[in-house]
């Protein structure tokens, strides 16, 4: 694919995911950002998009097997999401919380955004869980079937929420409202920068809350710009 500052920030991740560590680098969201193009996210980083299309075009040079999600199907797809990002997201939570409010306890006296850290933690807890369940109980096994149908060329179901935009337009917003707010403790911690007083359990904190950022990213793209389209795809196929 030949990228250009008209490409669109989640078609560049969808075509090549070794371009989403570029994107890491320069703090570009590739994830709930995905539909900017990338001279708009350049533009609102004060970034020239000349660097980043360079690293882009260096990174899709590096020889490897690269996972190829926009070609695998809905199935397949739900399968990895639940298995990898949804159970990544069940296991690190409770220890993020507990280490965040240890870290709020131990040091907010001196580092007082770490109370913010520790609340936000336990929000995106708390929505995430709600979120996954309604992904997982609901949206996953709609768009299965809807998948399913179409392979025996039969009608989709009738989901039991009407349009598969609803169901879709509430996930994209609580995939909206966890970036922000990971975004929120990216900037109180700067960067997930440990202070110069920061003990091991601080360091180790803000590296959990680093790598859970990343996993995020990856997990919301997955969604927004790969499963979601393919499953209005399905739909608009049965109505054709």
């Not at 709930?32 to 980083?45: D, K, P």
């Not at 970034?47 to 360079?54: I, K």
């Not at 996930?171 to 997930?192: F, K, P």
């Amino acid at each position: 694919m030949h990228f250009t500052g008209e490409t669109t920030v989640g078609a560049i991740v969808a075509e090549d995911f070794r371009t989403a560590a570029v994107f890491h680098e320069f703090g570009i969201d590739f994830c709930c950002g995905g539909r900017r193009t990338l001279a708009e996210a350049c533009r609102e980083r004060n970034m020239e998009p000349e660097a980043v299309l360079t690293a882009l075009t260096r990174s899709c040079s590096v020889p490897g097997i690269v996972p190829r999600f926009d070609e695998w199907s809905p199935e397949t797809l739900i399968g990895y999401i639940v298995g990898t990002h949804h159970a990544y997201v069940k296991q690190a939570l409770p220890v993020l919380i507990a280490h965040t409010r240890k870290l709020a306890e131990a040091h907010g006296g001196r580092h007082p955004e770490l109370r913010d850290v520790a609340e936000l933690t336990r929000q995106i807890a708390a929505e995430m869980s709600s979120h996954m369940i309604k992904e997982e109980q609901i949206l996953f096994p709609y768009i299965a079937a809807a998948a399913e149908a179409v392979e025996r060329g039969k009608p989709a179901p009738v989901g039991p929420f009407g349009s598969i935009e609803n169901p879709i337009a509430m996930m994209e917003a609580e995939h909206d409202a966890a970036g922000d707010a990971v975004a929120s403790i990216r900037a109180l911690t700067g960067g997930y920068v440990p202070p110069a007083d920061g003990c091991a359990t601080y360091r180790i904190a803000l590296q959990e809350l680093e790598a859970f950022e990343r996993d995020l990213h990856t997990h919301v793209h997955l969604e927004t710009n790969i499963l979601f389209p393919k499953a209005r795809r399905l739909v608009q196929f049965q109505r054709a």
